[in-house]
């Protein structure tokens, strides 16, 4: 399996970012999909995971803002960013259980 991540970018503390990673090679439709990001200096930290069913987990600070959702047919996750704050600010990473990993895709907001 690869995974293919894009949609970061820089935006303005307030404003919103979609975030979308695809698998492609042998996947399992079955399984879960989500989110990291590391932030500069820090450690990698969990995000998200969406179920193949739809349910999803969430870090409890992050989920007031941020949603996931899935599209089956595409093989594609989608991270939705709103109220982006600078602490935000890092490189967020797909993860496909347990070791599959995109390439990163940076996410700067401007205070």
């Known amino acids: 399996v690869q995974l293919q991540a894009s949609g970061g970018g820089l935006v303005q503390a307030g404003g919103s970012l979609t975030l979308s990673c695809t698998a492609s090679?042998?996947?399992?439709?079955?399984?879960?999909m989500g989110w990291y990001r590391q932030a500069p200096g820090k450690q990698r930290e969990w995000v998200t995971y969406i179920f193949a069913d739809g349910r999803t987990n969430f870090d409890s600070l992050l989920k007031a803002r941020f949603t996931i959702d899935r599209d089956n047919a595409k093989n594609t996750i989608y991270l939705r960013m709103n109220n982006l704050k600078p602490e935000d600010t890092g490189t967020y990473y797909c993860h496909y259980p347990p070791g599959v990993w995109g390439q990163g895709t940076q996410v700067t907001v401007s205070s």
């Open positions: 090679g042998s996947v399992n439709r079955d399984n879960a």
